[in-house]
């Protein structure tokens, strides 16, 4: 068996109701590591960012992602994994030189979720593990605005609308490009409706739609174009 269908072993592809023709994968990133045939096919700075990774664990997770982030893009290129030509901006988007393919990751624990669209230039996806989180209260102060800390409040501050405002707003981060390099309150999530959130507010991106989901137990995501 090939590399490439080994790897299909770990991707799931999730059924979201989204626009155009945007696939998201459930990647698997536990263990056992990856062997050293299925590292081949990483770039040398791939390779010089995992020996960055004091810890096994992350080491082999963010191993995965980039083995199986290079598995997605070459399945909708028709090439193989080591032939993707995979970069990234200095706002840390991974992009393929070459082609208009949108892509986006994201990762949480042993799970990560990537995104692929060839009919828009912009995709963003997020994905959380949903555990209490002690700080969530500074955070919000941080990173919400004000209208999103009310929307909180009008939901008890339950941990459900505190991750359904982050997972949406770090999504239109990323499809802006920017990810946290932007100040987060320049996004502004509404939560009218607990399960269909809107962007009310995003620069230069007022026609971003989300779309939540629970990609496994335990886990919820936006994706974002």
Known sequence: MSIRADMWERLTELTV??????????AQTGSPAPLP???????CGERTRAELFALPL?????????????TVI???????????????TRAGRPFVAGSDLGVSISHSRDIALIAVTSSYGRIGVDVE????????????????TAQEQS??????????????????????????????????????IGLADLA????QRAPGSSRLSL??????AGYTAALAM
Not at 37 to 43: K, R
């Open 37 to 43: 045939a299925e590292e081949s096919v990483l770039s």
């Open 17 to 26: 109701n989204s626009s155009g023709n945007a696939r998201v994968y459930l």
């Open 74 to 88: 070459a399945a909708r290129l028709g090439c193989q994994p080591g032939e993707v030509a995979l970069q990234s």
């Open 151 to 188: 929307e909180l409040k009008r939901y008890d501050r339950s941990s459900e609308a505190f991750y359904r405002i982050w997972t949406c707003k770090e999504a239109c981060l990323k499809a802006i490009g920017t990810g946290f390099q932007l100040d987060p309150r320049a996004v502004e």
């Open 58 to 70: 992350l080491r082999s997770r963010f191993v995965w992602r980039r083995i199986l982030l290079r």
């Open 211 to 216: 779309m939540c989901f629970e990609p496994i």
């Open 129 to 144: 593990a949903v555990v209490p989180m002690p700080d969530q209260g500074q955070i919000a102060e941080i990173a919400f």
């Open 196 to 199: 269909a959130p809107t962007v």
